[in-house]
Each structure stands twice: as structure tokens, then as C-alpha cells.
């Protein structure tokens, strides 16, 4: 078992900026990726940006420019760098890791931290 602990999120001003860190308690076997999900409330949990083993990244069209995500295996981290935040930026951020290349959706994640709370102000 993989436990995920999110640290990071907070207020911010509109036009601000945040950092996520996410450590998990040990490294999966084999290639795997870690990305960060959001949701708002009343809306589904969408991806927001992802990263593998090999350090191939993806990201969601609304943050591509703003956010950028990182990892360090070393210490079995990963990062979410998040700039020019908006408030539509505002949700619960969520680490997941699956075993395997990035999906898209959540029920494809098999670990997932507990969530920290982003708001932006306008």
C-alpha cells in the first residue's frame, strides 16, 4: 500500500501563486505516475496535471502556461507549481498515483492523498 500526504495549498489572491508538494510513504514498483486532480464544489474531479517515471508530463488545457509539475524519485515527491492563479483555480487538490502510463480518469488512480484546499480570491 501507497500512502499520499498533500502539503501546500491555502488562500491566495487572484493573480497569486501556490506550491503543492506531495510525498508517498514509498515508491511503487515499476513505472508509475503521479499526477494532481481537482475538484470544485458541485463539479466532477478532474486531472489537472500529470507526470511519470520518465518525466513525460501532461496537462489540462486551463492550466497549460500556469502550472507546472515536477517530481523528484529521490524522495518520492511530487510538486505543483501553480501561477497567475484564478478563481476558478479554487477546489480540493488531490495527489493520486497509479501503477503503469497517465489516465485521464479518476478510477484509474489506484492511491490518492487525503486533499488540500486552494482558494483563490478574486
Known amino acids: 500500500q501507497v500512502q499520499l500526504g498533500e502539503s501546500g495549498g491555502g488562500l491566495v489572491q487572484a493573480g497569486g501563486s501556490l506550491r503543492l508538494s506531495c510525498a508517498a510513504s514509498?515508491?511503487?514498483?515499476?513505472?508509475?505516475?503521479m499526477g494532481w486532480f481537482r475538484q470544485a464544489p458541485g463539479k466532477e474531479r478532474e486531472l489537472v496535471a500529470t507526470v511519470s517515471t520518465g518525466g513525460y508530463t501532461y496537462y489540462a488545457e486551463s492550466v497549460k502556461g500556469r502550472f507546472t509539475i515536477s517530481r523528484d524519485n529521490a524522495r518520492n515527491t511530487v510538486y505543483l507549481q501553480m501561477n497567475s492563479l484564478n478563481p476558478s483555480d479554487t477546489a480540493v487538490y488531490y495527489c493520486a498515483a497509479r501503477g503503469g502510463v497517465w489516465r485521464m480518469r479518476p478510477s484509474e488512480y489506484d492511491y490518492w492523498g487525503q486533499g488540500t484546499q486552494v482558494t483563490v480570491s478574486s
Open positions: 514509498r515508491r511503487p514498483s515499476g513505472t508509475y505516475t
